[in-house]
């Protein structure tokens, strides 16, 4: 069976440069400006890019999305993000990538949970600073970054400085509970293993063995977003792989999420790319649906 450390390295080698790498922008628009390696705190590795777009004389506010990459938790760049902030700079719209702590023996997810809520505050006040009154923001995380996204637009949105509109979550892991990573031959510890790493407690074996039930259910819930889900939860846009394809995240994170969402009324559009695996490259109608998908709830939701 595979271990959590085996399962971390095997995500790690799954990083390319971004999920949405061949959605090109159109370069357009030649009066737009990007800032790269804005520090959003005092920390090194808490800087973001932010990606302008040209002004319009006649908008008196701005949306913005912000993406946040993937990479296990421990690894990865701002930069595989770079497509497609271009892209919807070119249509209009503020977008910002960050990079953000890794987890490590100092930081975990409330770290994380933190970074995102000083980069938002930060993309705001730069915003600000240039002219753009940004009133509306949408979350875009793949992997890991989709955990991270969604885990802060259902579980603490009232810590965005931005209100947030919609999340959009590419393959990223819903819940840490055993049964949902019992798929291929993971170990039955996998999923609680992995949110016990996230939560901080590093000596698994000794954390597992000193914790009790109640104690690793608690954590489990905590770090899992589904549990977060409720019918005042922000829309949301999902892409997977298909049933058994992933060959990373397994199969019963996709459809608890799908079930939680459909459960609990959140409006929702949700996609299933059944030839691909992680990177979700083998369906490219699939995802030009999606990002077109992305494009009406941004008019929606931003107004434009």
Partial sequence: MKSIFAIITLLISFIVPSVSSGLLPDNTHTNTVTYQDISYSDAERNVMDIYLPEKSSDRSSYGALMFIHGGSWTSGDKSSEAYLCKKYQEKGYVTASINYHYIDNENTISTNMDDITSAIQKLKEFCNENGYNVTNLAL?????????????????????????????????????????????????????????????????????????????????????????????????????????????????????????????????????????????????????????????????????
């Fill in 140 to 304: 875009h995380g793949f992997s890991s970054g989709a955990h991270l996204a969604t885990l802060f637009s259902y579980s603490c949105p009232e810590r965005s400085a931005i209100p947030l509109s919609f999340v959009i979550n590419m393959v990223g892991p819903a819940d840490f509970n055993s049964d949902t990573w019992q798929e291929w031959d993971y170990d039955k510890n996998t999923g609680p293993g992995l949110a016990l790493l996230l939560y901080g407690i590093k000596n698994l074996d000794n954390g597992i063995a000193d914790l009790t039930n109640e104690k690793q259910q608690e954590i489990i819930n905590t770090v899992s977003p589904i549990y977060y889900i409720n019918e005042n939860s922000i829309p949301t846009i999902c892409g997977y792989a298909g049933d058994g394809k992933d060959g990373i995240v397994p199969t019963k994170n996709k459809t608890l999420t799908f079930e939680k969402l459909k459960k609990h009324n959140v409006k929702n559009d949700c996609f299933t790319f059944e030839n691909s695996n992680h990177l979700l490259m083998g369906d490219m109608a699939v995802r030009e649906a999606l990002y077109n998908k992305v494009d009406e709830y941004c008019t929606t939701y931003f107004g434009y």
